[in-house]
């Protein structure tokens, strides 16, 4: 394993805990924005993919995440408020449900469970989810927030992909360039600063050694035993590869990271006490239940060992080649951004033969889909990707709840199926005992 910065396994257990460093890091960026509007800063709304912030860190944008804000909503047991009053309004049952709570938090006056969320002075949405366009014309009509959408190249078809140096790659790259040249001048007009080069490089620096340090996370995961459950604990590691891409609080937490799972693995010691099952876990998690459904598996020695979460909700900034060169800052962003919107699109549009290639790298003994009910973009397919991995001889389980409206989850019925599971699991064995 190489990354930008050597990383030295550790010899003994390190007092560095990923979940209680993660909490600080998202405590600390929540204070950070509830002060954003008093002291006069820009604000941009951003989601996980398809973002530009590295452009907007150029121009010292404090960045608002949605998706999160109404993540964190549901993992503080306080989203069915928020659902209920945009309900109230007029929405319907079916919207997204990450919507219904931002909904919500607008007419709550931006009160969230962790603060004030900041009046934003751009938003950036993109067509990595037609969701996101539909969302920012919310704040556009109520909140009179201008909008920037980008219009991301994605997999074109089945078993077709776009390589740096070829001639498709270089068209999208061009296309992507001309609409940073676009949202660039539109900070510099917000803001009223030029764009530094010199410091957008510097950004794509630390977002390089932390996309390294990410890369070397997850592969860690293919050891057995599993140093960490990928829905669970990759939830952690996601956020702060997205709250703090590109600073160096980003950086030192993934690198240290990393040395904490490579003294696991050394150590021998796993997620899962008896590790049995190594799981795939595809789809978006249940946030308001999210530790019950991790317990449901780990009490039969189950752990999940990845997540296409991971792929997709970093915008497909996952692999260790989406790497910035930063003696060319601006014309390798576009590059970069136009191979990883690829990644993420095609791991939900296309996730056939990816999530046959994760299930041979990561030794896997099933997968869990997890169709979520008011998500069109994650659990369009799943039903034909599910048949897809059963003929590969691969059993698989599929329950079914929400992002974070409670209202949806079945705890006997998804408990039944899961043991169910188990059952039949129990029955053919592990792949690595076969």
Known sequence: MTTATASRPETEKSAFDPRVEGQRLIKEWYAELEQANELGQPVANVFVMGNAVEILRAFDFKLVFPEINSLQT???????????????YGMSPDVCSYVKADVGLI????????????KA??????????????????????????????????????????????????????????????????????????????K??????????????????????????????????????????NVH???????DFMRRLEQHLEAKVARGEGRVKDERFRLLFSGTPCYVSMRR?????????????????LTFAAGGMDAAELRYDTSRPLESLAEVTAIAAQRGLSNQFFAHERLAQQIRDYG??????????????????????????????????????????????A????????????????????RRAS
């Open 293 to 309: 459904l991790v317990e449901l598996f780990e009490n039969w020695g189950g752990v999940f060992a990845y997540s296409d979460y």
């Open 121 to 198: 002075s751009l938003a950036i949405a993109s067509n990595m989810c037609s969701t996101f366009i539909k969302w920012a014309e919310i704040w556009e009509r109520w909140l009179k927030t201008p909008t920037f959408v980008l219009d991301l190249p994605g997999q074109r078809a089945a078993g077709w992909q776009v390589r740096p140096g070829d001639a498709q790659h270089s068209a999208d790259s061009r296309w992507v360039e001309a609409q940073f040249a676009e949202l660039i001048a539109r900070c510099e007009k917000i803001t009223g600063k030029k764009l530094d080069l010199d």
């Open 74 to 88: 549901g993992v503080r047991k306080s989203s069915e408020e928020y659902i209920r009053l945009s309900e109230d």
């Open 200 to 241: 957008l490089a510097e950004i794509e620096d630390r977002v390089n050694r932390m996309v390294g340090h990410w890369n070397n996370v997850m592969m860690l995961n293919r050891r057995t035993p599993a140093p960490y459950n990928a829905m669970l604990d990759g939830l952690t590691y996601i956020g702060i590869m």
């Open 411 to 430: 705890d006997a019925q998804i408990k039944n199926r899961v043991d169910a599971f188990f059952e039949a699991l129990g029955q053919r064995g592990s």
């Open 245 to 251: 891409r590109g600073t160096q609080e980003g950086v």
């Open 364 to 409: 896997t003994d099933g997968v869990v889909f997890h169709g979520i009910k008011s998500c069109r973009f994650v659990s369009s397919g799943m039903a034909d990707t599910r048949e897809f991995i059963s003929r590969l001889d691969v059993p698989t389980l599929y329950i079914e709840s929400d992002l974070i409206d409670p209202r949806y989850w």
């Open 107 to 118: 007419l709550k006056e931006n009160r969230h469970p962790v603060g004030r969320i900041p």
